[in-house]
């Protein structure tokens, strides 16, 4: 079933959430009563989140156990589909009038939260609970941060953007996977172009699926420092020349057919560019782990079969990023309003650090197949028909020195827009390296 990049982060990965994956939720808000307010009543909290499965049912899971267990200082929950929920959450929470927690994705959305003052400083209380900050992916606290400091509690589950390759593709061309971006320009994408395979499948109209590329090689090239400068707001960030490099990698990787033939009309929402790969037409593709559920779903035996190979993008010859670096979606987020009251933000630090971690709350996620921000989560995937892919996944993840958030959630809306519309005409050979930096500088944090 089609996927929409703005639905991914409510989504998970495996085969039990492959038939949901177009879903983003019942009419809201609905599911629960009440809602509006920052928790008013003396030990009472509000949540706001997202409907549909696979994860309402697990958040509300979690609140209905936090209310048994804490029946004085019960939360009210209520769940939007995704799109009403955007704007409902911003217009509410300018209004003074959002729920005691805040559901989110982190990043430019946060940011513009804590530039209005309108959410609490979580990093004293964390440093204070250092066993509970020591349970979360380490790497999922980049995205709620801000000015270093933490604005928010990561939970739910991880989804890193994998290199998915054709196992089958690879071995009839007596081919390994690319252990370097070296060996893909140079060696990959020349014999799968003589074999008559596109080296990398892609659904460049969507504009976020080109987004990943620029994402990993400016990582593996320059580390996390410049887009960090980016986020940050720093005037002329893009003008790093990592930045033009990894810019001219990307055209040169254009020019040389290293991705399918007419890829800028095919759409990930239709999920053409998977098709593409699980019949053998390309050899490659840079996608979301969520894919792999739909390779699953769509691709009839190709997956149980071990026809799916995956790993983390290979390291540039001299770059300075680790390899062990990633990005994606680190995270889901929770953070706490600073309009709430004192007792409404002991009742959310409190289901914080109990009800979102415990082992009902790891074995939901997981369960609906995706892989719990938890440490020590992989314990329980073995159980899974998965397990492999999910294993990684939670390698990936735990073991990632840097896992970046995707660019246009992490800048503002504004930017971001900008970001798309550009990296669209890069790939079609539109505009220059230069030019796109140009264009990016302007919009530096706007």
């Keep these: 079933m089609p996927i929409s990049r703005r639905n991914f982060l409510n989504l998970a990965i495996g085969a039990g959430a492959a038939a949901g994956l177009a879903a983003c939720g019942s009419s809201g808000p609905g599911s629960g009563s009440g809602g509006s307010g920052s928790g008013n009543a003396a030990g009472a909290a509000t949540y706001w989140s997202l409907s549909g499965p696979p994860g309402e049912p697990i958040r509300k899971a979690a609140i209905d156990r936090f209310n048994a267990a804490n029946p004085d200082s019960k939360i009210t929950p209520t769940f939007f589909q995704n799109d009403a929920y955007k704007q409902k959450i911003k217009t509410s929470i300018g209004a003074g009038e959002g729920p005691t927690m805040i559901w989110g994705w982190g990043g430019g959305g946060l940011k513009t939260y804590v530039e209005a003052n309108q959410v ?181 035996d190709f997956v149980k079969s071990g026809g799916l190979g995956w790993m983390n993008f290979p390291p540039v010859e001299g770059g300075k990023g680790d390899p062990s670096n990633t990005v994606g979606n680190p995270g889901q987020y929770l953070s706490i309003s600073s309009k709430a009251t004192p007792e409404a933000k002991e009742v959310a630090k409190k289901f914080f650090s109990t009800t979102l971690v415990d082992d009902a709350e790891i074995d939901g996620w997981i369960k609906s197949g995706g892989v719990p921000i938890i440490k020590g989560s992989d314990a329980k995937l073995g159980a899974s028909p998965d397990a492999e892919f999910l294993k990684f996944v939670y390698d990936t993840s735990a073991n990632a020195k840097v896992f970046a958030q995707s660019w246009d959630q992490a800048l503002s809306p504004t930017a971001a827009e900008t970001l798309l519309d550009n990296i669209a005409k890069l790939f079609q050979l539109q505009i220059t390296p230069q030019q796109w930096v140009d264009s990016m500088n302007g919009v530096i944090g706007k």
């Design 120 to 300: 609490e400083d979580l990093t004293g209380w964390l440093n204070e609970n250092a066993a509970l900050k020591d349970k979360i992916f380490p790497s999922s606290f980049g995205a709620a941060t801000v000015n270093d400091k933490i604005y928010a509690m990561p939970i739910e589950t991880v989804q890193p953007i994998v290199l998915f390759y054709n196992k089958q593709v690879f071995e009839k061309a007596g081919l390994q996977p690319p252990q370097s971006w070296g060996d893909i320009v140079d060696n990959l994408v020349p014999k799968f172009n003589a074999a008559g395979i596109a080296p990398f499948s892609l659904g460049g109209q969507s504009r976020w699926t080109n987004m990943m590329w620029l994402e990993f090689l400016l990582d593996r090239t320059a580390g996390s420092e410049v887009f960090d400068k980016v986020f940050a707001g720093e005037a002329n960030a893009w003008s790093d020349p990592a930045v033009l490099d990894m810019l001219t990698k990307v055209q040169n990787l254009v020019k040389a057919n290293g991705f399918i033939k007419g890829f800028s009309s095919i759409t990930a929402d239709s999920n053409a560019d998977q098709a593409l790969l699980y019949t053998g037409r390309a050899a490659m593709m840079l996608h979301g782990s969520w894919s792999y559920g739909i390779q699953q779903s769509e691709g009839g």
